[in-house]
């Protein structure tokens, strides 16, 4: 499946939009604090559910280029190699796309937010 194409910035909109919703709903129900939602720990727990998100791969082949993205649910670090068939080197480039690195941080951060809020006592 080629995830991280299909995957736009509409979707991550409305995800995002959902997320933040459903998010203020538990807060409303619960009486908890708005400052709950900003939390150090959810913020670095969501780092590292980004990153482990690099094992998720996608590869595709060009005429001239093997293409490798890593990331989910959008490819953040990208892999383009030469596939060296016209040419007597094979070389390649390598991209860190940090807008679809901050997306896939904030999904992470809201959706992580939202099972802690869920699993929170009303204090």
Excluded: C
């Excluded at 991550?12 to 908890?32: C, N, P």
């Amino acid at each position: 499946m080629d995830f991280h194409n299909q995957f736009t910035l509409y979707h991550f909109l409305a995800f995002t939009i959902l997320l933040l919703v459903i998010s203020f709903i538990i807060l409303r129900f619960k009486k908890l604090n708005g400052k709950t939602l900003l939390d150090w720990k959810v913020g670095l727990l969501a780092l590292l559910v980004t990153l482990l998100g690099l094992f998720y791969s996608e590869t595709s082949n060009a005429k001239d280029w093997i293409v490798k993205s890593y990331g989910f649910p959008r490819g953040f670090y990208l892999e383009k190699i030469s596939s060296g068939k016209d040419a007597f080197i094979s070389w390649g480039i390598v991209r860190l796309d940090y807008m679809n690195f901050v997306q896939n941080f904030i999904l992470f951060f809201l959706l992580i937010n939202i099972f802690r809020l869920i699993l929170k006592k009303r204090s």
